[in-house]
Every structure is written in C-alpha cells, then in structure tokens.
C-alpha cells in the first residue's frame, strides 16, 4: 500500500510545519493550523514547480529578456477594467471574492457574454448546473451566442479541454469545488485549493490565457482558503455590497499589472450589473437644508477622487462607558481623534455617545477623512449645521496640527465640479492660482478649521 504524505499548513499564512500546534510561530494566528494530505509517494506527477509556469530552467540575462508589449483587452465593463489596471492581461490569473449574493457571477456571465462575439471565451462552472446559468442568461436577457460552457470540477479535464479550445479568457466558478485527481484530500481543502490554483496559474501562463478564479469569503470578510492562494495569483479583487444595497463596489488588494486599492462601483439591477459612470454623484444624496453632524469630504481611490458624505452624531450617554460606534472607518482612530479635539482644541466628549457613519458603505481607509470627520462631530455637538457647498479634506496630528494629503488639487477640482463652493484644507494643499469659483481655506491648525466653521 502506498505510504501517504501528510504535513501541517497554517491556513493564515500558509507556513509548514512537522506536527500540529495550537499557535502559528510565522504569524501568531492560533487554531489555524490543518493536516494536509500530500498525496502517495508513488504518484508520479508532471505538473512543473512554482508559478510561473516555465517548463524548462534556463538562466538568461536580465537586458535579454523579451519585452514585447502583450496587448490588454477589455472585458467590456470600464470600471472592471480600471481596477484591473486598464483591462485583462493574457496569460494572468486573477481572483475575485465576495460574499454570497454579491454578484460575483453575474458580473462574470455578463462579461463573458459580452466577450463571447470575439470567440475564445470559456465558462466553467462547478457549483451550478448548465441549466441554472442558462436560466440566469435567459433572465438577463444576454446574448448566449458563442459562449462555450463546461460543468466539471477535476483540473486536468479542464486544462485538458481548453488546450483544445485554445480560449483567450476562462472563469473558474469556484476555486474551492476544483479538485486535482493525486490529491486525497476533499475540495475545498488547503491542499487543494492550493495546487488547483498552482495548476491553473501555471496553465494561463503557459498557453496565455487569462484565467479568473471566483473565491468564497469566510464570515469575517476574507478570502478562504490558504493565503498562499493570494500569493500565487497575479491580481486580487473584492466584490462588496450588503444586501440591501443595490451598489456594489469592486476594489483591488493585488495587482502586478496596476495600482491597487482602485475602486470600481456597480449597481445591481433586473437587467445585472450596471457601471456606475460617476459614483461621487450616488454619495452626494443630500437633502436642501443644511443639517448638523452632516460633511463632505473628498476621498482618493486608487486614480481618482471620490466625494463622500461623512455623518457625526453626539448624544449624552446614560452609561458609564460612552459608546463608541464606527460604521466605514476604524474605530481605534475616531478615539484617537477624539483624544487630540480634547486636548488641543478643548472640546470634550468623554460623557457622550459618539456615532460615526460613512454614507453609501465605501470604507474609508486613508487619513483624509480626520479633518472632516472631527467637524462632523463638532456640528453634532453643537447642533450648528454646516454649509451644503463646503468641502473638508485633511490628516490630523496627535499634536494637533493638519497635514497635508497626496493629490490635494485634483480632490479640490473635483469637488468645484459637484459644486461646491468653500473648502477647509491643509495649507500645504492649497492651489497657488487658486480654483475657479471656490473659496478655499488653508489651516494648519485644528483650532483654526473649528473657527473656519
């Protein structure tokens, strides 16, 4: 009987290790450590080592190597094409994640559908039936002309058909039923997740195809499976919406062929997927009357700025820990910031619950927002609405000073464009010819933009 090969994965950082232990020594992680079934000694197997997926080793010089341009092509939606970095690569592999319900297959059946009038299109689907995507197309009202579907789960099948069809795109729905014949463990394992998706990197690279893996999310909102699987692809994308959004956004954590953190917005409708052309518009849904607590500010994804509404409610707290309640940004810097109002400005709020919310869902990620969300608050606090044509951008200092932030002409342009009027900026921020038809304030002082107000 053939002697099978086990070792023990973190399932966090992808780290070997020769028995089970409680905590990960590479990342701290605990109880993320698996066994993982290496497949038997005997199984000869001819799949290459690594990523890249080069057959034969072969050192070559550095100014040798060919550099002609391998031309992107579109997969018919703009903004999926903006967070990719200007469209699809041949021969890359990239990954798309979401909660269920997001639309991850609906985006990737439209786009297919799309492609499909060109040929060379592949759609391989291992958790529906052909008839259920049928169906879907049918509901959709999508040409199905040309779109060449297979229903199997087992890799070499599958690489092994579509070095028959030679496509130049194929959808992996899902990576986590794929499975390869030599690997005893079941689908969705570490092991095989991790060589599936090695074998269908290897594959795009090889035969220069563009190959799109469809990913689960666990309950805290990151990709299953093995980190290695990140690691392995070429681009990583998330599909993110609440159900009871219509909007969907899509933003980049990975890309070898772009920037990363670009943001695309999609609204989900009868007809599928719709690219949203302006999506500081769809942020803007303000009411005519100026309101307390309520600010925009101008966030910048990726490439382009974004103009987002930042809302701030204080109210006396009958507890003896005053909540702190943060939806689209982290809750540790609203208490930071809090700390700095307190200390430099005089104004404070340890006997208020303090309510900060992100209108539309975007997640805020950069330091930008500190300038506006702190007016947000003091708005609330005093019960002073702020004007509907200000526009407040900045980092805060734990000394209370404001800093400047990247690309702050390009944010002013665009909020001059929505209509805007006034504006609260960084010094170092403010534009030496000014903007046309905006009064803009430069501080350097956390006092200095509450006085502004």
């Known amino acids: ?61 550095l100014d040798q190597v060919d550099l002609q341009a391998v031309p992107r092509f579109s997969s018919g939606f703009a903004e999926f094409d903006r967070v990719l970095g200007g469209g699809i690569v041949p021969g890359s592999a990239i990954l798309i994640g979401g909660h269920p319900g997001a639309g991850k297959s609906t985006l990737l059946l439209q786009m297919v559908c799309g492609l499909a009038s060109g040929g060379g299109v592949l759609y391989v689907t291992g958790e529906e039936s052909l008839q259920q995507v049928a169906m879907r197309a049918q509901r959709l009202n999508l040409p199905t002309a040309n779109v060449k579907m297979l229903a199997e789960t087992n890799i070499e099948t599958i690489c092994h058909l579509a070095e028959q069809e030679k496509p130049r795109i194929m959808i992996i729905d899902s990576i986590q039923v794929m499975q390869l014949a030599d690997i005893q463990s079941a689908p969705g394992s570490v092991s095989q997740v991790r060589e599936s998706a090695a074998y269908l990197t290897r594959f795009a690279k090889q035969n220069n195809i563009a190959i799109i893996l469809v990913g689960h999310v666990t309950k805290d909102g990151s990709l299953a499976g093995p980190k290695v699987l990140e690691h392995c692809i070429d ?101 930071m910031l809090l700390a700095v109002m307190h200390r430099h400005a005089g104004i404070q709020m340890a006997d208020q619950d303090v309510f900060v919310n992100v209108v539309g869902g975007v997640k805020v990620n950069e330091t930008s927002a500190d300038l506006a969300t702190l007016l947000a608050l003091v708005s609330s606090f005093r019960d002073k609405p702020l004007p509907n044509d200000l526009v407040v951008f ?13 690309s702050g002409q390009e944010r002013l342009r665009e909020a001059a464009k929505h209509g805007f009027k006034r504006a609260i900026v960084p010094f170092a921020n403010k534009p030496k010819d000014g903007i046309p038809g905006m009064e803009v304030i430069a501080v350097t002082k956390l006092s200095e933009a509450l006085e502004a107000i």
Not at 33 to 51: A, F
Not at 268 to 297: H, W, Y
Not at 328 to 334: A, L, S
Request: positive net charge; charged residues 20%; contains cysteine.
């Open 235 to 335: 681009c990583s994308v998330m599909l993110d919406g609440d159900s009871d959004n219509r909007y969907r956004t899509l933003r980049g954590h990975k890309n070898r062929f772009g920037a990363i953190n670009e943001l695309g917005v999609f609204a989900m409708t009868e007809q599928g997927m719709k690219e949203v052309k302006n999506p500081s518009a769809i942020f803007l849904t303000r009411g005519k009357e100026d309101q307390s607590g309520s600010i925009v500010m101008v966030l910048w994804e990726g490439t382009r700025p974004l103009l987002v509404e930042i809302q701030g409610l204080v109210d006396h707290s009958p507890l003896n820990n005053p909540r702190r309640v943060t939806l689209g940004m982290e809750q540790n810097r609203i208490s």
């Open 394 to 406: 900045g980092e805060v200092g734990l000394a209370g000073e404001i800093r400047p932030v990247p």
């Open 1 to 61: 009987m053939a002697k099978v090969k086990t070792a023990y994965v973190c399932t966090d950082c992808g780290a070997d290790f020769m028995r089970w232990q409680g905590q990960c020594t590479a990342c701290g992680a605990w109880n993320t450590i698996s066994e993982v079934r290496l497949g038997s000694t005997t199984t000869k197997s001819n799949r290459s080592s690594g990523y890249a997926g080069a057959t034969v080793a072969k050192v070559i010089p």
